[in-house]
């Protein structure tokens, strides 16, 4: 039976023939205008990233290497006794693109179980930081701190063909996705438990190893596989898959390009979302003294706060026009082990009050729930009450997907990323010679 890096080997002769037929004899096929809006609005819908690891659909949202989120959860294999699927079957896939055997994942998970030990000055590193630091900012800096241990740096040093890049970048992501777990686990006994920590147990898969280190009983184990899972991927665009792909243009190694993606994924604008959920919600909880409201109460304060010009939060996306499938995974999750959870109770409320209202206001394009919806809730049940260290879990997840695309950009050799500037003079003469040929401007300008 072939390994995952010779299936992946195979893939990799399979594909490159096909980008660079696209490169040498469709060059010059417009894919796509850029608007100032694009230009100016951070690049929005602008297609310009290639990635076959996912795509989102605004129907069925993400789907991984063309599985609908539900498939890649009835399709992967299991550990024994789980709802969940091994998080090293995702790797598989994401990698491959193909559904891994039983006998593949546990290889796989054999695999990651031999790369898991971290070395001693990562430890030293984290308990240098002042107890007060954010947990982010000790993430990032003990990935970075790895940085000697590139293989890639290694190869690349010494002398590698372009061809082979994607070798050790391969055993790069293999090596630090096997170490995150315990860094981030490390990291939150330093700052919440004491600097008591948990040792890894060599027998358990990566989600559950996880959960063991945290110190939180079953089910968080599947928590932990759902969280990873979900928060894999989400196409290229985004500010913590971009940062990645964009560092790694530059040949910079795995650690130097996760390191980069999770100070992206520290912004408020883009990882922070869930941790603003939960604080609204807990809030709203104070106002209603605890108690549960009746549909029509909830429906009146739902209203009252769109009419004062505040929005809900964790409900619309800008790509989606349906519920976020990791929300319905979430919410299904909490149906079974958590129904009788409050904050469970106040979402699933807003489940069911939420969209018709935004429907009936007109202005939300997606009255729909995201994931950020619940996510915070669970974790919050399970014990973590931290909401800063949520962000690490969602870079823990995040890591996966980005490491999968690095190693493909690597095969398939895609190369600096550099696009063009323009200056808003330019951008000014070319609005008004589009007024002068009476192009109108689009009647979603606003929105855009």
Request: aromatic share 10%; charged share 25%; hydrophobic share 35%.
């Amino acid at each position: 039976m072939a390994t995952l890096k010779e299936r992946l080997f195979q893939k990799i002769e399979e594909q490159r023939p096909r980008t660079r037929k696209l490169i040498k004899d469709y060059c010059d096929v417009v894919v796509d205008q850029v608007t100032i809006a694009q230009a100016i609005g951070g690049m929005r819908g602008l297609k310009s990233l290639v990635t076959d690891i996912s795509y989102l659909d605004p129907q069925e949202g993400i789907r991984y290497r063309g599985y609908t989120l539900p498939e890649v959860f009835k399709k992967l294999p299991k550990p024994p006794e789980a709802e969940m699927p091994y998080v090293e079957g995702l790797y598989f896939l994401l990698l491959t693109g193909d559904i891994p055997s039983d006998s593949e994942v546990a290889d796989l998970a054999d695999e990651f179980r031999k790369r898991r030990i971290l070395p001693r000055y990562v430890y030293e590193v984290i308990d240098a930081f002042p107890s007060f630091s954010p947990p982010m900012a000790i993430f990032s800096a003990a990935i970075l701190t790895m940085q000697r241990e590139s293989f890639f740096t290694k190869k690349y040093q010494g002398g590698i063909s372009k061809m082979d890049y994607w070798d050790p970048t391969f055993e790069d992501s293999l090596n630090l996705l096997a170490k995150l777990p315990e860094v981030a686990s490390y990291i939150y006994a330093k700052l919440y438990r004491d600097g008591n920590r948990i040792q890894s147990n060599p027998n358990l898969d990566m989600g559950a190893n996880f959960a063991h280190m945290m110190g939180i009983s079953k089910p968080y184990d599947d928590v932990s596989r759902l969280n990873f899972i979900i928060h894999a991927d989400h196409e290229s665009g985004n500010v913590s898959a971009h940062t990645g792909h964009l560092v790694g243009s530059s040949l910079s190694d795995i650690y130097l390009c996760i390191s980069a993606m999770i100070n992206g994924l520290a912004g408020p604008l883009h990882g922070l979302a869930n941790q603003e959920v939960l604080r609204w919600l807990q809030d709203l909880v104070e106002k209603m003294e605890g108690q549960v409201p009746t549909q029509e109460e909830m429906k009146q304060f739902v209203w009252d706060t769109l009419n004062s010009g505040q929005v809900i939060p964790g409900f619309g996306h800008a790509v989606l026009r349906k519920t976020d499938p990791r929300y319905t995974l979430q919410r299904e999750f909490c149906q079974t082990h958590m129904k009788d959870d409050l904050l469970f109770k106040y979402t699933d409320l807003l489940f069911k009050v939420v969209p018709p209202i935004l429907k009936e206001q007109g202005k939300a394009k997606n009255p729909w729930p995201n994931v950020d919806a619940q996510s915070g809730i669970i974790h919050w049940h399970y014990g973590i009450t931290q909401y800063e260290f949520y962000t690490v879990l969602f870079g823990i997840g995040r890591s996966i997907g980005i490491t999968a695309n690095l190693i493909w950009d690597r095969a398939l050799g895609y190369p600096l990323e550099r696009p063009k500037s323009v200056t808003t003079d330019m951008l000014e003469s070319i609005a008004m010679k589009a007024k002068t040929k009476e192009d109108k401007p689009s009647k979603n300008c606003k929105e855009e």
